[in-house]
């Protein structure tokens, strides 16, 4: 099982970008793929990208397309989420999440291991 730990959150205005770490530890990770999700208060835990255990793919939740972008670093066991021009409705709490099933995947209870989550909280 793989290990996960983020960081980078905080408070930004409009406009802003963060970027978003999750370390990984444990078992081997490119055996791994990848995903951020977010939760924002009362509401479900939303998809928002996910990265293939290699790096070469990628796949966008449909509220975030081409505002955010994901990769990682295998060789420092690591993923990244650049959050860009950011809004008010992107507050939420951001997870990182791990599956070592080979398809790509969206749904929570796909994701074997979760980080404990960083908060994004964007000021108008």
């Known amino acids: 099982q793989v290990q996960l730990v983020e960081s980078g959150g905080g408070l930004v205005q409009t406009g802003a970008s963060l970027r978003l770490s999750c370390s990984a530890s444990?078992?081997?990770?490119?055996?791994?793929?990848v995903a951020w999700f977010r939760q924002a208060p009362g509401k479900e835990r939303e998809f928002v990208l996910g990265v293939s255990r290699t790096g070469g793919s990628t796949f966008y939740g449909d509220s975030v397309l081409g505002q955010f972008t994901i990769s990682r670093d295998n060789s420092k066991k690591m993923v990244y989420l650049q959050l860009n021009s950011l809004k008010p409705e992107d507050t939420a709490v951001y997870y990182c999440?791990?599956?070592?099933?080979?398809?790509?995947?969206?749904?929570?209870?796909?994701?074997?291991?979760w980080g404990q989550g960083t908060q994004v909280t964007v000021s108008s």
């Open positions: 999440a791990a599956t070592d099933r080979k398809a790509m995947l969206t749904k929570p209870s796909q994701y074997d291991a």
């Open positions: 444990g078992d081997t990770f490119s055996n791994y793929a």
